[in-house]
C-alpha cells in the first residue's frame, strides 16, 4: 500500500509522465513535462528508490557542491503535482525520470499505484521520436492508445504498432490491462538534427497536451525559442546544397501527403487555441542518454544522419544519404 502524506485530495486529476532516453528524441518529451513543472510551480512529494531499477554505470550519479557540503544526486523518477486554476480548475501529476534499466513491470505497478491512491482518471505518456521529417514544417504529434473507445472518444489512434518499444510503451499497456485510461503523445523530430534541445518538438507536444486535456498551458519563452531554433537549422541548412535539397524533398513529400487534410479538424483546433490563448482566462492565464526510437520502432543511434558538434564547437549538418526512398512513417506507442 503506497501511503501519501501531505498531498490533498485532487480535483479531476490527470497523470502526464515523460522519461528520457530512448524515447526522447532531443529531450522534446521530457522538457515538455519540465516546462509544466516549472510553470505551475510543481511541489515534489514521492521519488521512486534509484536503486531497484537504475544501473548507475549507465545512468551515473552526479556530485555537487551546496553550502560547502559535497551530495549526490541519484538517477530516479520524482512525482510532482501542480494545481491549474481557471474556471474548471484540476490538477495533474507529473511524471519525470529516466527510462529505468531493469524491472519495467515493477516500474509500472509502482506508478499505477500512485495513480490509483491519488484517483487519476487518465494517464498521457509523452514521447519523442526520429522520423523523415522536415524542420521547416509544425512538428507531426500522433495520439495513439490501445482502447477503441477511448479512441474514438478522444479522436485517436487506435494503435496497431509492432516492434521494440520502450517504457512508454510498456506504461500505456500496463495502464490498459490495470482498467486506467492512457494516451500516447508522440512528436515527430527531424532525423538530421536530431541533438537536444529541440525546443519546437516540445512547443508542439504542449500544443497537442492542452488540446487534449482541455486545459491553457502557459508556454512562456517557448513560441520564441523555436523560431530561433527553426531559424538556425535553417542557416546551417543552406550552407549545404545536398542537405538543402534533401530538406526540400522531405518537404515536398510532407506536403503532398497532408494535402487532403489541410483544413477542417486541424484549422478548427487551431482556432480554438487561439481564442483560449487570446481570452487569457484559462487556466495558467493572469491570476492563475544513447539512441532514440525512430518512426520504425528502430534504433536512431546508428546509420541516421544527424547535426553533431565538429571540433571548432560549431553545428553543422552532415550529407544526407543516398537513398531510393523514404520508409513510410509510423507511430510507435
Known amino acids: 500500500m503506497i501511503e501519501l502524506e501531505g498531498v490533498p485530495e485532487l480535483v479531476d486529476p490527470v497523470m502526464?509522465?515523460?522519461?528520457?532516453?530512448?524515447?526522447?528524441?532531443?529531450?522534446?518529451?521530457?522538457?515538455?513535462?519540465a516546462h509544466l513543472d516549472r510553470e505551475w510551480k510543481?511541489?515534489?512529494?514521492a521519488a521512486l528508490d534509484a536503486e531497484d531499477y537504475y544501473d548507475f554505470q549507465?545512468?551515473?550519479?552526479?556530485?555537487?557542491?551546496?553550502?560547502?557540503?559535497?551530495?549526490?544526486?541519484?538517477?530516479?523518477?520524482?512525482?510532482?503535482?501542480?494545481?491549474?486554476?481557471?474556471?474548471?480548475p484540476r490538477d495533474l501529476v507529473l511524471v519525470r525520470g529516466i527510462e529505468p534499466s531493469m524491472r519495467?513491470?515493477?516500474?509500472?505497478?509502482?506508478?499505477?499505484?500512485f495513480a490509483h491512491e491519488l484517483g487519476v482518471e487518465l494517464v498521457v505518456v509523452l514521447g519523442a521520436l526520429l522520423g523523415d521529417t522536415p524542420h521547416t514544417r509544425p512538428v507531426p504529434v500522433s495520439g495513439t492508445t490501445s482502447d477503441a473507445d477511448l479512441a474514438r472518444r478522444m479522436d485517436?489512434?487506435?494503435?496497431?504498432?509492432?516492434g521494440p518499444t520502450g517504457i512508454v510503451g510498456v506504461l500505456q499497456e500496463a495502464c490498459t490491462h490495470a482498467g486506467v485510461p492512457a494516451v500516447s503523445l508522440w512528436a515527430a523530430v527531424p532525423h538530421y538534427v536530431s541533438q537536444p534541445p529541440n525546443p519546437k518538438a516540445t512547443l508542439a507536444l504542449l500544443n497537442r497536451l492542452e488540446d487534449l486535456?482541455?486545459?491553457?498551458?502557459p508556454l512562456g519563452e517557448l513560441p520564441e525559442d523555436a523560431r530561433a531554433w527553426q531559424v538556425g537549422v535553417d542557416q546551417l541548412a543552406a550552407e549545404d546544397s545536398e542537405?538543402?535539397?534533401?530538406?526540400?524533398s522531405l518537404e515536398e513529400a510532407r506536403d503532398t501527403?497532408?494535402?487532403?487534410?489541410?483544413?477542417?479538424?486541424?484549422?478548427?483546433?487551431?482556432?480554438?487555441?487561439?481564442?483560449?490563448?487570446?481570452?487569457?482566462?484559462?487556466?495558467?492565464?493572469?491570476?492563475?542518454?544513447?539512441?532514440?526510437?525512430?518512426?520504425d520502432g528502430g534504433d536512431g543511434s546508428s546509420g541516421t544522419p544527424y547535426l553533431r558538434d565538429n571540433p571548432s564547437g560549431r553545428t553543422r549538418p552532415p550529407r544526407p544519404p543516398k537513398t531510393s526512398g523514404d520508409d513510410e512513417e509510423s507511430s510507435e506507442d
Open 58 to 88: 549507465v545512468n551515473r550519479p552526479t556530485v555537487f557542491m551546496e553550502a560547502g557540503v559535497r551530495k549526490i544526486t541519484w538517477p530516479t523518477t520524482r512525482l510532482s503535482v501542480v494545481r491549474v486554476g481557471g474556471d474548471k
Open 156 to 162: 485517436l489512434e487506435e494503435t496497431k504498432y509492432e
Open 104 to 113: 519495467w513491470r515493477s516500474f509500472c505497478n509502482e506508478l499505477l499505484g
Open 16 to 33: 502526464v509522465a515523460a522519461f528520457e532516453g530512448w524515447n526522447d528524441a532531443g529531450d522534446a518529451a521530457s522538457t515538455a513535462v
Open 42 to 45: 510543481g511541489e515534489v512529494f
Open 257 to 295: 501527403a497532408e494535402l487532403p487534410e489541410a483544413s477542417g479538424d486541424a484549422i478548427a483546433r487551431e482556432f480554438e487555441r487561439y481564442l483560449r490563448r487570446r481570452d487569457g482566462s484559462g487556466p495558467g492565464g493572469p491570476g492563475g542518454p544513447g539512441g532514440h526510437a525512430t518512426a
Open 213 to 217: 486535456i482541455d486545459v491553457r498551458i
Open 243 to 248: 542537405v538543402a535539397e534533401y530538406v526540400q
